[in-house]
């Protein structure tokens, strides 16, 4: 029994699906580079940050109380003595977010100048459940702490109306949890406290891409507007109505007790690990920055120089031409220089603009290629539209968030079936087009 040797062509196919392989490597490289200016970017954001304001976070003033009980030690009695945090009934807050862009050598950053009015109050209940049987709190050094994530972003604050006396803010190291804040000394009478304290306090923030506000009363209220276009709301809640346009947004949040995992007030050594967890506010993003488009674009390569590579085959075959696999693989590279382009141009004038550019480039290279490769400029003409065909699907998936995989998944059906159908007459034994017999 003879067997009959595997022909050519089959040894080009899996050469071409090795080759198609290999490209992974420069593709991986290609990535890696995307991380490498992705990290200098975020970099770049963290030395604005530095010096115009980190993201901020804000909340209500909390009424900070120290109190006393004796614990019996060794047989004799000792005094204890820790703070006690007492948060309001009810506060609103309202913003307006001016935003702006700062430059870091190249890259570009959301910062804004945030104007802030807190309005609210405590309620006499709230205070009077410190003065439990053996508890003794010291209201003559009452203070109330106004949380703010980043100081140095305080660009002006005015005094803290509290009943009836104006407060003035001092720098506070202890903070509240983990959330820095500045504090005013409140002193109270515990005979003359009414039955409702309020305050009021207006203030002017510097920060870097995200506001955000802490639920530090029992019921919440926070409006917040700007003329930024694309708000991401994020955070523990999402806002109970918002309204987004090209003009900018507004929100409105309202958080209950209900809604928080904190305590109406609690002692220092009881304090919550993680405050933060449970603010809730907008972060000025730019939609599908360029870097997390590029990454997009490469997790796409290996199909974009896969289908390229199919296209050049069937010209080969349909054609009765020879492609050396070395022809092949200068192919494949100047796909992969596409992604480098694209990176580079992408940083300077966008990535609309650097995609356009790159893929023009690449196209005019491989359809003059192709055109002597095969030894017909009109086959160049076809395969270089073919390629900006494949280089326009690629864009569709890249900039489409919600459809990228549907797109893709028939993109690859279509394809199949193309090559399919345009090889159904190709004997592979021979690698010759023949006529399909009824």
Not at 34 to 51: D, F, L, N, Q, Y
Not at 405 to 417: D, E, I, P, Q
């Amino acid at each position: 029994m003879t067997i009959r040797p595997l022909q050519g062509a089959t040894f080009k196919v899996l050469g071409i699906a090795a080759l198609a392989l290999a490209m992974l490597i420069p593709l991986a490289q290609v990535n890696q580079l995307v991380g490498e200016r992705e990290s200098r970017a975020r970099e770049a954001t963290r030395k604005i940050a530095e010096r115009w304001g980190a993201q901020q976070l804000v909340g209500a003033p909390v009424l900070v109380v120290p109190v006393r009980w004796q614990v019996k030690k060794d047989k004799e009695w000792t005094t204890v003595e820790e703070w006690e945090y007492v948060l309001a009934d009810r506060v609103s807050i309202t913003g307006k977010i001016d935003p702006d862009l700062r430059s870091y050598g190249i890259y570009q950053t959301a910062v804004y100048t945030a104007s802030i009015s807190v309005e609210g109050r405590f309620v006499a209940a709230d205070l009077a459940a410190l003065a439990t049987p053996g508890i003794e709190p010291q209201w003559a050094r009452a203070e109330l702490r106004l949380p703010v994530a980043d100081v140095r972003g305080i660009r002006q604050v005015s005094a803290l109306h509290f009943g009836e006396r104006e407060l003035a803010f001092r720098p506070s190291g202890a903070g509240i949890s983990n959330v820095g804040a500045i504090s005013a000394p409140a002193s109270l009478d515990a005979a003359k406290i009414a039955d409702t304290l309020p305050f009021s306090v207006t203030l002017t923030l510097a920060g870097t891409e995200r506001f955000a506000v802490l639920p530090l009363a029992r019921q919440t209220d926070l409006h917040l507007s700007s003329a930024w276009p694309d708000p991401g709301f994020d955070g523990a809640f999402l806002p109970a109505s918002h309204h987004v346009g090209a003009s900018g947004f507004d929100a409105d949040w309202q958080v209950l007790d209900l809604n928080r995992r904190l305590a109406q007030h609690w002692r220092e050594s009881d304090a919550p690990a993680a405050l933060g967890e449970t603010s809730f506010g907008i972060t000025l993003t730019q939609p599908a920055g360029s870097y997390q488009q590029n990454v997009r674009a490469g997790k796409y390569g290996v199909l974009f120089i896969a289908l390229t590579f199919v296209a050049f085959f069937l010209f080969e075959v349909l054609r009765g031409l020879r492609v050396h696999p070395v022809q092949y693989l200068l192919i494949g590279l100047a796909l992969c220089t596409f992604y480098v382009v694209l990176l580079a141009l992408s940083e300077q004038v966008g990535f609309g603009p650097a995609y356009a550019i790159a893929a023009a480039c690449v196209v005019a290279m491989i359809g003059g290629y192709a055109g002597v490769v095969l030894a017909a400029k009109r086959a160049g003409v076809m395969l270089g539209a073919l390629v900006a065909v494949i280089y326009g699907l690629l864009y569709g998936l890249v900039v489409s968030e919600d459809y990228a995989l549907l797109m893709g998944s028939f993109a690859l059906l279509a394809a199949v079936a193309a090559t399919m159908y345009l090889t159904r007459r190709v004997d592979w034994y021979g690698a010759t087009p023949r006529l399909a017999t009824r």
